[in-house]
């Protein structure tokens, strides 16, 4: 299986910060990317797709890019609500993977 | 709208057998490949199973082949997982969630609130 890995772990931010969450693939996944917000308790949310295409409804302020093994996901402007946990997924195969997911926090 | 609402989820022993539903509305459910995700508590992410759009084709991660089946029933707009022989690392919420695109493999664009599976030794 594609294995993922997000860095960092844990973002510590302010609101108004610029943040971005990094996602390396084992292999080459082309486009193949998304990436999901979840709230505590709740299921997650689809924000990013093919690597840098904005989900119907999500704000402007994320955006994605990448292509092959690295993507990122970037907030422009952090606000409160964006405080959760990110993950990204490959779906490039019948066997999708998430990464471990980064939890962004307030500073 | 579309919706999905999982049920079935709940306390079961080590060994035994559990049946998850998932029921959609609010799109044309035959169109679409579904998929189950679970997430252990205070975990990540773990995709399980995914059926294409009639259910001639299935797929499941290591961790849950042999023991859990998914299918669908296209007149009655449900997702199914049969989990048996469950151990105590099957414990997590599960999610029913559906492809965003029909026909290939693609993100989760819909999920359902999730059940709480829990199994005891």
């Known amino acids: 299986d594609i294995q993922m890995t997000q860095s960092p772990s844990t973002l510590s931010a302010s609101v108004g910060d610029r943040v971005t969450i990094t996602c390396r693939a084992s292999q080459s996944i082309s486009v193949w990317l998304a990436w999901y917000q979840q709230n505590p308790g709740k299921a997650p949310n689809l924000l990013i797709y093919?690597?840098?295409s904005l989900e119907s409804g999500v704000p402007s302020r994320f955006s994605g890019s990448g292509s092959g093994t690295e993507f990122t996901l970037t907030i422009s402007s952090l606000q409160p609500a964006d405080f959760a946990t990110y993950y990204c997924q490959q779906y490039s195969t019948s066997r999708w993977t998430f990464g471990q997911g980064t939890k962004v926090e307030i500073k | 709208e579309v919706q999905l609402v999982e049920s079935g989820g709940g306390l079961v022993q080590s060994g035994g057998s559990l049946r998850l539903s998932c029921a959609a509305s609010g799109f044309i459910f035959s169109r679409h490949w579904m998929h189950w995700i679970r997430q252990a508590p205070g975990k990540g992410l773990e995709w399980v199973s995914r059926t294409t759009s009639d259910g001639s084709s299935t797929s499941y991660a290591d961790s849950v082949k042999g023991r859990f089946t998914i299918s669908r029933d296209n007149v009655k707009n449900t997702l199914y997982l049969q989990m048996n022989s469950l151990r105590a690392e099957d414990t997590a919420v599960y999610f029913c969630?559906?492809?965003?695109?029909?026909?290939?493999?693609?993100?989760?664009?819909?999920w359902g609130q999730g059940t709480l599976v829990v199994v005891s030794s």
């Open positions: 969630a559906r492809g965003r695109r029909m026909g290939a493999p693609s993100p989760f664009d819909s």
């Open positions: 093919d690597a840098s």
